[in-house]
């Protein structure tokens, strides 16, 4: 099967003051691969998820999506003189994103803290989400729904709590899952706005190694079932050693690192970076 480039981060930085959080990140997601981010606490992984998210714009650098610049930037204003990363004066544009662009146009996100409408059931968090990543505006998203939409929208979100394995629970108050249920409630909620790339962070943090291994499972199945690429950063090195494509380690905000799991495994930078961390 020949390599078809999904998402490439080029040269992004994201500094805050005078703090280098991110430093000239190069990374590169073909379609329907399971690519890892990993790194000691600090390295810059959720810097990195919210740079390609659209929560921050890049310092400097460029993201691009399925062939499409979603994010550019370079440092200009006060940031010009400011800027300690590299490859200044290689990007001359900006474009400036946003979260919801960003999800609509097929990036789809889970946080390190679950993040549900813990008060409403199941299905409900799912219909919600789904009615957030409508085409039209809110004002038609709340009122002018048709029918025929409605009634679609909720059929859809049932297919997907069907395949998820959370029909069972759908009228269950969220709040209510076993932990582990709210994890795949939470990936449910993302799938609702049809991605094409996962953006997971840490989905197996707070579990056990039998909770964990049925996550990886279930993450490669949702990958093959919903044609997703997905890119996930985690601590638990079981998890991303047994289900990564590749792997890329950053470190202090720095790439040390990238490879198939073997390769990152025995590779003598990353062992040094996790020494005295007890992951
Ligand atoms: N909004 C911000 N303002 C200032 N500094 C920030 C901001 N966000 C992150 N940083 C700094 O950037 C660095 C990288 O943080 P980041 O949260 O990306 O690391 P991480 O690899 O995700 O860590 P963890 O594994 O602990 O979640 C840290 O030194 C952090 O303090």
């Not at 909770?211 to 993450?219: G, M, P």
């Given at each position: 099967?020949?390599?078809q480039?999904?998402?490439?981060?080029?040269d992004?930085?994201m500094?805050?003051?005078?703090?280098v959080?991110l430093?000239?990140?190069?990374?590169?997601?073909?379609?329907?691969?399971?690519?890892?981010?990993?790194?000691?606490?600090?390295?810059?992984?959720?810097?990195?998820?919210?740079v390609i998210?659209?929560?921050y714009s890049?310092?400097?650098?460029?993201?691009?999506?399925?062939?499409?610049?979603?994010?550019s930037n370079?440092?200009h204003?006060?940031?010009?003189?400011?800027?300690?990363?590299?490859?200044?004066?290689?990007?001359?544009?900006?474009?400036?994103?946003?979260?919801?662009?960003?999800?609509k146009?097929g990036?789809?996100?889970?946080?390190q803290?679950?993040r549900?409408?813990?008060?409403?059931?199941?299905?409900?968090?799912?219909?919600?989400?789904?009615?957030?990543?409508?085409?039209?505006n809110?004002?038609a998203?709340t009122?002018?729904?048709n029918?025929k939409?409605?009634?679609?929208?909720?059929?859809e979100?049932?297919?997907l709590?069907?395949?998820l394995?959370?029909?069972?629970?759908?009228d269950?108050?969220?709040?209510?899952?076993p932990?582990?249920?709210?994890?795949?409630?939470?990936?449910?909620r993302?799938?609702?706005?049809?991605?094409k790339?996962?953006l997971?962070?840490e989905?197996?943090?707070?579990?056990?190694?039998?909770?964990?291994?049925?996550?990886?499972n279930?993450v490669?199945r949702?990958?093959?079932?919903?044609n997703?690429?997905?890119l996930?950063i985690?601590?638990?090195?079981?998890?991303?050693?047994?289900?990564?494509d590749?792997?890329?380690?950053?470190?202090?905000?720095?790439l040390i690192a990238?490879?198939?799991?073997?390769e990152i495994q025995?590779?003598?930078?990353?062992?040094?970076?996790?020494?005295?961390?007890?992951?």
């Amino acid at each position: 099967m020949s390599k078809q480039n999904l998402l490439r981060v080029s040269d992004a930085t994201m500094q805050f003051g005078g703090v280098v959080a991110l430093n000239n990140l190069n990374l590169e997601l073909n379609k329907g691969e399971i690519i890892g981010l990993i790194g000691p606490n600090g390295a810059g992984k959720t810097t990195a998820f919210n740079v390609i998210t659209g929560v921050y714009s890049p310092t400097n650098g460029e993201i691009t999506f399925d062939g499409e610049v979603i994010a550019s930037n370079f440092p200009h204003g006060k940031m010009k003189a400011l800027y300690a990363g590299q490859n200044a004066g290689k990007y001359t544009k900006s474009v400036v994103p946003t979260p919801d662009k960003i999800t609509k146009k097929g990036i789809a996100r889970t946080f390190q803290n679950i993040r549900l409408f813990k008060d409403l059931t199941v299905f409900e968090n799912v219909l919600i989400a789904k009615h957030l990543n409508i085409k039209s505006n809110v004002f038609a998203a709340t009122f002018m729904l048709n029918r025929k939409e409605e009634q679609q929208m909720r059929e859809e979100t049932m297919e997907l709590l069907k395949i998820l394995d959370l029909e069972t629970h759908k009228d269950d108050i969220a709040s209510s899952l076993p932990y582990g249920k709210q994890r795949h409630l939470e990936i449910a909620r993302a799938l609702a706005t049809k991605p094409k790339l996962l953006l997971l962070d840490e989905p197996a943090a707070g579990m056990n190694p039998q909770e964990s291994d049925e996550l990886k499972n279930f993450v490669a199945r949702i990958r093959d079932d919903f044609n997703l690429s997905i890119l996930t950063i985690e601590h638990h090195m079981q998890f991303v050693m047994g289900i990564c494509d590749r792997i890329y380690v950053l470190d202090y905000g720095t790439l040390i690192a990238e490879g198939i799991p073997s390769e990152i495994q025995n590779n003598p930078k990353v062992i040094e970076a996790y020494l005295g961390v007890d992951e």
